[in-house]
């Protein structure tokens, strides 16, 4: 892969909301809109690439830069069409069908460009967004697990894990391990840490994390941590640990 090449840069945040006044947070994965923007700029110089191919990768980023993501995907497409090695390109239109909602398409991207080099991350950890938004959660698991293994130290696919393990409410060590280390980067990580703290009756843990949720600077989701903190303030630990045990 040519290092002029900025590859998917991908910065999933979970979904959270309240669904009753003593239940904890729930991650929510059917709407694009919870996650956010996918972008990257891809540098079309120097990639020893035929010219119809740089000139469809031009008109795209042409496109992406005006805001006509539809026109991007199809000028990404015919590049793809001409020349269909192109990893980068492949994972730039699972991008695009990111954006477009399109999911399915674009874990086909995706994997199209992990077929070409099957050790690039980047591709594993979008594969793995794509399949969370369809709810295949066993193959996004599988794609984190995958991403994880090239490469220990990418917060992405430790936060992917953790998001799924949460969401699924399955191996909850494993997903407050897999969280811990991405809260800097993922602040949300704190809010799904909340939710299975409180899982666990572990109420003065949840309510730090709110806390320190609370605490930083352009989170989303303040109204809806500052109203689960108030609600907890009201009720005694032992009535909100029976709650969690609650089917």
């Known amino acids: 892969m040519k290092a002029s090449v900025c590859v998917l840069l991908l ?38 690439l035929p010219a119809k191919v740089l000139k469809e990768l031009e008109r795209s980023q042409s496109a992406l830069l005006s805001g006509d993501t539809r ?47 099957p050790r690039v991350v980047q591709p594993v950890n979008n594969l793995s967004v794509a399949f969370f938004l369809q709810e295949r959660y066993p193959e996004a698991e599988a794609a984190a697990r995958r991403a994880l293994d090239l490469d220990p130290h990418n917060v992405t696919p430790r936060y992917m894990l953790g998001c799924i393990l949460a969401t699924e409410k399955r191996n909850p060590t494993e997903a407050i391990e897999m969280l811990r280390p991405t809260k800097l ?50 009720t005694p630990a032992t009535n909100a640990a029976t709650q969690s045990n609650k089917p």
């Open 71 to 117: 026109a991007s995907a199809r000028h990404l497409e015919l590049a793809l069409h001409i020349y269909p090695d192109y990893l980068e390109g492949h994972n730039s239109l699972g991008a695009r069908y990111i954006e477009l909602r399109e999911y399915a398409k674009a874990a086909v991207e995706f994997q199209k460009a992990i077929d070409i080099d």
């Open 11 to 48: 910065i999933l945040t979970s979904t959270v909301r309240a669904q009753t006044e003593q239940t904890p947070l729930s991650v929510v994965p059917r709407d694009q809109s919870h996650l956010p923007r996918v972008g990257e700029t891809i540098s079309v110089h120097d990639l020893g």
């Open 185 to 234: 980067d993922f602040p949300d990580a704190r809010l799904l840490l909340a939710q299975i703290l409180f899982r666990r009756g572990a109420i003065e843990e949840t309510e730090q994390e709110l806390r320190d949720y609370l605490a930083v600077p352009g989170a989303t989701k303040k109204q809806v941590a500052a109203r689960w903190l108030a609600q907890l303030a009201q």
